[in-house]
């Protein structure tokens, strides 16, 4: 059994599946009523998961593989002062102006720094090239297919939280990694969910959208180890670019 160092030392975002390999469900309900274990503030637990496979599964896929990602527009900014829909506008001179406009503070920032290379790492494990626009945009809506993963998770939360609640999910997101981790199970968190949120709210009726958001999707699923886009890891800043550690002021 992994211990939790191992656990979070190992996961990674892993963006291919083995496709008919599928995790039992009888496995994904214990990982998901562990992961209820984690934090929330009141012990409000605002999470709501949507755990398809299957048919379901596939008509979410179809859905937001027939939806016009120009028109897909999140109902939150992914990053400051941005709208998320221009982020997927590579081949439009006008939007991609505009974004870069909107999106002038954060290219300064370190966070933007990180961001850019992370996209660099992942392109270059499959061989796209930085100029290669459609190539980006290929890998950018395999997200839609959740890689490939034989089980695609919608996550929600009720209108109503601000962003403590969102937080909150976000405890319960990172344990329920983990405990995938310890079960040899691999997954991506997929904000690209939430962008797309209007193809996945017309398939999914038992999910109400008047009253529930979509924070992201998960893919879940045995990570496919041959494909190099699995091959790579992204790098984490040192310890003391964000600890301080305190004992007078
Ligand atoms: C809320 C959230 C949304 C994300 N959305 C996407 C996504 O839509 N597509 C994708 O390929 N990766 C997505 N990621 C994965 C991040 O890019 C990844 O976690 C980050 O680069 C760190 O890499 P690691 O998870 O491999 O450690 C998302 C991660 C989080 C936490």
Partial sequence: MASVTQAVAQRYSCRDFIPDKVPDEALLREILTKAS???SDGNTQ???MYVLSGA???AVVDAVQKSNLREAVSEYHNYPD???SS???YDDAELTKKTNERMQHFRKTIYSQRRKV???MLYKSINVAKEDLPGKLQQLQKNG???NAPVGIIVTLDRMFDRCGWGNVGMYLATFALLCEEAGLSTCFQGYFGVNHAAVEKVITQMDPETEVIWCGIAVGYANQEHPINSWRT??????EYAHFISKL
């Fill in 118 to 120: 992370c996209g660099e």
């Fill in 87 to 89: 982020h997927i506008v």
């Fill in 235 to 240: 790098e984490r800043a040192k310890i003391d």
């Fill in 56 to 58: 379901a599964k596939d």
């Fill in 82 to 84: 941005q709208k998320a």
């Fill in 37 to 39: 274990r984690a934090s």
């Fill in 145 to 147: 297919s959740f890689f």
């Fill in 46 to 48: 605002p999470w709501r």
